[in-house]
T-cell receptor, first 110, second 116 residues
């Protein structure tokens, strides 16, 4: 059975801290791994990763995939209160099968 | 700007009622998806459709059906609502990638359904 695990499930930090969110997966026929940020409503897309070792960066956020370790990390540097959200990791496996992890709830305190 | 809209933000129904959740996207996406999101379980795929009149079961299709008569519209139907279908329902759409696969999905705002 395809599975995506995220850790930690919940994290509380102060503004300015750097955080690392983890995602690991066990799927057949891996195609891609995606990160989403979900605030009050719909998840919004952050990154799509298909190749191992290539860092994707957007402002203070960056992510990298390790296909050997079947995992990915999402880094957020100099966190702000606006980064408070649930961060979802999703893996697309063979047969257009899309599996989401449970999410990491990040709270950034002023 | 991609826009995915869902017919209701909040819905309250009674056990046994038939429920229709509608999703419309304006980007001519081939793929459309229905998920439910429950605390601690993440998003779980109910059904997806890769073209008009085409559908595939996801992880948890039991108790649900779908309809895709037009490319822009994907409906989720609960034939006889039950209390365990109380959840947040999210619709999404995407283009297929050139070499296969789904790629980035764009999500609607969600419908919070309560079944009493």
């Amino acid at each position: 059975e395809d599975k995506v695990v995220q850790s930690p499930l919940s994290l509380v930090v102060h503004e300015g801290d750097t955080v690392t969110l983890n995602c690991s997966y066990e799927v057949t026929n891996f195609r891609s791994l995606l990160w989403y940020k979900q605030e009050k409503k719909a998840p919004t897309f952050l990154f799509m990763l298909t190749s191992s070792g290539i860092e994707k960066k957007s402002g203070r956020l960056s992510s990298i995939l390790d296909k050997k370790e079947l995992s990915s990390i999402l880094n957020i540097t100099a966190t702000q209160t606006g980064d408070s959200a649930i961060y979802l990791c999703a893996v697309e496996a063979g047969g257009q099968n899309f599996v989401f992890g449970p999410g990491t709830r990040l709270s950034v305190l002023p | 700007d991609v826009k995915v809209t869902q017919s209701s933000r909040y819905l309250v129904k009674r056990t046994g009622e038939k429920v229709f959740l509608e999703c419309v996207q304006d980007m001519d996406h081939e793929n459309m998806f229905w998920y439910r999101q429950d605390p601690g379980l993440g998003l779980r795929l109910i059904y997806f459709s890769y073209d008009v009149k085409m559908k595939e079961k996801g992880d948890i299709p039991e108790g649900y059906s779908v309809s895709r008569e037009k490319k822009e519209r994907f409906s989720l139907i609960l034939e006889s609502a039950s209390t365990n279908q109380t959840s947040m329902y999210l619709c999404a759409s995407s283009f297929p990638l050139p070499l296969g696969g789904v790629g980035e999905q764009f999500f609607g705002p969600g419908t919070r359904l309560t079944v009493l």
